[in-house]
């Protein structure tokens, strides 16, 4: 493994460099400017965070961003900023998806979904720019709710299939979840709204309260790691889908125990209490962010060591990963899971009516 210290820029301008995460490191934070600028000097650089939501540059790359030396180097949701990093070329970038692609056929997944929220039809035209109808599996688009366009819900652009428009949070407070809620659902589509804590769900659960979502799709919500008894009930009430990812209880373990107390704790990943109350829940990765690795999460959801009493039982577990209804509206993008599924040819040959869905690519 290359340390960042012996990376070099393959252009000789920026190096940029993803999948740190602040949970994982001995320090338990973010790498400062400072710590960057020893080991990159004058080479404009980006650290990506691995949920992509947070990136730390050096003192090089803020300079050329026009970040006022006086600012953070912790750049929270600043896809304003990023967007101005050089990009890699079609090559590079087709290169990766290849070796992507190559480790989905490895594990069985032959579906993949973009969940990023910053999607436009620019980020479509290059995700239909890496498909391979060779090697690639069947691709799902979100789009940001800011960015719909001229796209419609469930239908094809070109190798791609159009899913649910997504939600995140707005950190600077211009568009609020409502807003973003009830503007989709006049375009016609259903939305994913990223949930990874009780004050986001909340305004999320008074969105979908205000506005219900078009005929015959449902809302959902992306995560749901932190949930009140009284706003499992709402979601319940509400008919809200929830797609949920039980393998950060095994990768985000310690950060858990360090950072939540005991009470939060009994409110984190509610997969027993969801399904109790009888809410639509299928398991997912949140890939990259965790391995897209189904018998991972079917473990992690049924041998918890945080709050057992959330666990569920391995045939639970799987029959949540194996559906055999469209609960996203969405033909194209059933979501599944078989044991050792790349070996089962049988799963194969159902014209992919059965789909691994990964979370994003």
């Keep these: 493994m290359q340390t960042l210290a012996e990376a070099e820029s393959s252009d000789g301008e ?80 087709q290169s990766a998806a290849s070796k992507m692609f190559q480790q989905c056929e490895e594990d069985g997944v032959v579906s993949v979904t973009d969940a990023t929220h910053t999607n436009n039809l620019d980020s479509l035209e290059l995700l239909d720019s890496l498909f391979n109808p060779a090697i690639s599996p069947n691709l799902v688009a979100m789009v940001g709710a800011e960015n719909l366009g001229g796209l419609s819900y469930g239908k094809r652009f070109r190798n791609l299939s159009v899913g649910h428009a997504k939600v995140m949070p707005d ?41 219900p979502a078009p005929e015959l799709v449902k809302d959902r919500i992306e995560h749901c790691s932190l949930a009140l008894p009284e706003q499992l009930d709402l979601l319940s009430k509400l008919n809200i889908a929830v797609s949920t990812q039980p393998s950060f209880l095994v ?21 027993r209490s969801l399904l109790e109350r009888g809410v639509e829940v299928t398991l997912s990765s949140d890939s990259p962010v965790v391995p897209c690795k189904p018998e991972e999460w079917i473990k992690a959801a049924s041998q918890r060591s945080l709050n057992g009493d959330e666990s569920v039982s391995e045939k639970t577990a799987r029959r949540h990963s194996l559906v055999q209804e469209n609960i996203l509206g969405l033909s194209a993008e059933f979501l599944i899971v078989g044991a050792n599924l790349k070996d089962e040819d049988k799963y194969r040959r159902l014209d992919q009516t059965l789909l691994v869905r990964s979370g994003k690519c």
């Design 251 to 271: 990768y985000r373990e310690q950060k858990y125990l360090e950072q939540l107390t005991s009470v939060e704790r009994k409110w984190l990943w509610p997969l």
């Design 14 to 93: 920026w190096l940029r460099v993803w999948g740190y995460d602040d949970a994982l490191l001995r320090e338990r934070r973010h790498p400062t400017r400072e710590e960057l600028d020893q080991v990159t000097g004058d080479t404009p650089t980006v650290l990506h965070h691995r949920t992509g939501h947070v990136a730390v540059a050096n003192s090089a790359a803020l300079l050329d961003l026009g970040v006022p030396n006086s600012s953070s180097e912790i750049l929270v949701e600043r896809h304003d900023l990023l967007s101005k990093v050089p990009r890699l070329s079609l090559n590079k970038i």
């Design 171 to 211: 950190i600077s407070g211009k568009a609020s979840i409502s807003h973003l809620v009830e503007q989709a659902h006049i375009r016609g589509f259903p939305t994913a709204v990223h949930s990874m804590d009780i004050d986001t769900l909340n305004d999320a659960l008074l969105a979908f309260a205000d506005s």
